[in-house]
């Protein structure tokens, strides 16, 4: 099981950081990733990092604010977002999968957690 917290409402410019913890479950050995949906809109990619946490890959509308990154012993994925903008605004789920950079394919999925970016 995936859970994803640290959503909420910021101004824009304005930071977040999202985490997911994985609980129930190890994913040992999974590439973890952050997807988002915003109204009216298909789910997109956001980033994905591998397991051991040496490669990571990023959307390009999102490259130089966001930062994925992962704790093993933790067993938490975290995306820290800044320079927030509006279009950011979207429900922001996390996943386990296989697969590392442009081929990382979810698997797992965690609940989705708000992000609200006003302007």
């Known amino acids: 099981q995936l859970q994803a917290s640290g959503g909420g409402l910021v101004q824009a410019g304005g930071s977040l950081r999202l985490s997911c913890a994985a609980s129930?479950?190890?994913?040992?050995?999974?590439?973890m990733g952050w997807f988002r949906q915003a109204p009216g809109k298909e789910r997109e990619f956001v980033a994905a990092?591998?397991?051991?946490?040496?490669?990571?890959y990023y959307a390009d509308s999102v490259k130089g604010r966001f930062t994925i990154s992962r704790d093993n012993a933790k067993n938490t994925v975290y995306l820290q977002m800044n320079s927030l903008k509006p279009e950011d605004t979207a429900v922001y789920y996390c996943?386990?999968?296989?697969?590392?950079?442009?081929?990382?394919?979810?698997?797992?999925w965690g609940q989705g957690t708000q992000v609200t970016v006003s302007s």
């Open positions: 990092i591998s397991w051991s946490g040496g490669s990571t």
């Open positions: 996943s386990a999968g296989q697969g590392a950079g442009a081929y990382y394919l979810p698997g797992y």
């Open positions: 129930g479950r190890t994913f040992s050995g999974y590439g």
